[in-house]
């Protein structure tokens, strides 16, 4: 089966950058969509981007778009999410996760993350001073 497993996650001061990976194996990633979802302390789980399979097209929810870029790297099986200028706001834990389906050619930035089977088990960002 797919296994994903997250890493990149750290304390970082308002401003700065990290590159979170969400590593695959059981599956490739070529053939999957994969979204990153995010969640702070007392609130919902948020969608924060999406990458489809073959077609290779992304999404971003407004709140990172500008800021974040999600990217794939084929010979390594892993989607990475570079999260830039950062905010205290950005703090949550971050997960990815593969569609459970056929991979469409667009995708949206999913809400609830109901459709997605596969998951990770999430990387910590802190954002603070």
């Known amino acids: 089966q797919l296994r994903l497993v997250e890493s990149g996650g750290d304390l970082v001061q308002p401003g700065g950058s990290l590159r979170l990976s969400c590593a695959a194996s059981?599956?490739?990633?070529?053939?999957?969509?994969i979204a990153w979802f995010r969640q702070a302390p007392g609130k919902e789980r948020e969608g924060v981007s999406c990458?489809?399979?073959?077609?290779?097209?992304?999404n971003y929810a407004d709140s990172v778009k500008g800021r974040f870029t999600v990217s794939r790297d084929n010979a390594k099986n892993t989607v990475f999410l570079q999260i830039n200028s950062l905010k205290p706001e950005d703090t949550a834990v971050y997960y990815c996760?593969?569609?459970?389906?056929?991979?469409?050619?667009?995708?949206?930035?999913?809400?609830?993350?109901?459709?997605?089977?596969?998951w990770g088990h999430g990387t910590q960002v802190t954002v603070s001073s």
């Open positions: 059981g599956g490739n990633l070529f053939y999957y969509t």
């Open positions: 996760a593969a569609l459970g389906g056929p991979s469409p050619a667009v995708c949206t930035v999913p809400v609830g993350g109901g459709q997605y089977h596969y």
């Open positions: 990458i489809t399979g073959p077609t290779y097209r992304t």
